[in-house]
Nanobody, 122 residues
Framework: QVQLVESGGGLVQAAGSLRLSCAASGRTLSAYAIGWFRQAPGKEREFVASINWSAGTTYYADSVKGRFTISRDNAKKTVYLQMNSLKPEDTALYYC???????????????WGQGTQVTVSS
């Protein structure tokens, strides 16, 4: 089992930046992929980015490609989501999640954090 705790959300102006953190604990993480997802009010939860823990392979949704960067720190067991050039439409509750293997959709992830709110003002 994997436990995940997100942090780093907040209020930022458009074009600004934030870095989210996802601290993981539990089983050995090398067999897992960690994903970031977001859910805006009235909308479905959507995929943002993912990273394979052992290989470092990354994947991004088209809506954030070139603006967001996912990375990991093995020693700290933490995955980061660096968000630059933020837009009001990036406003959402951001979750990190873990799965064995690899997945880029909500249904593919078994373990979820509680989420951290990101609000981008225009």
């Amino acid at each position: 089992q994997v436990q995940l705790v997100e942090s780093g959300g907040g209020l930022v102006q458009a074009a600004g930046s934030l870095r989210l953190s996802c601290a993981a604990s539990g089983r050995t993480l090398s067999a897992y992929a960690i994903g970031w997802f977001r859910q805006a009010p009235g909308k479905e939860r959507e995929f943002v980015a993912s990273i394979n823990w052992s290989a470092g392979t990354t994947y991004y949704a088209d809506s954030v490609k070139g603006r967001f960067t996912i990375s990991r720190d093995n020693a700290k067991k933490t995955v980061y989501l660096q968000m630059n050039s933020l837009k009001p439409e990036d406003t959402a509750l951001y979750y990190c999640a873990a799965t064995t293997g690899w997945a880029n959709d909500v249904d593919g992830y078994r373990y979820w954090g509680q989420g951290t709110q990101v609000t981008v003002s225009s």
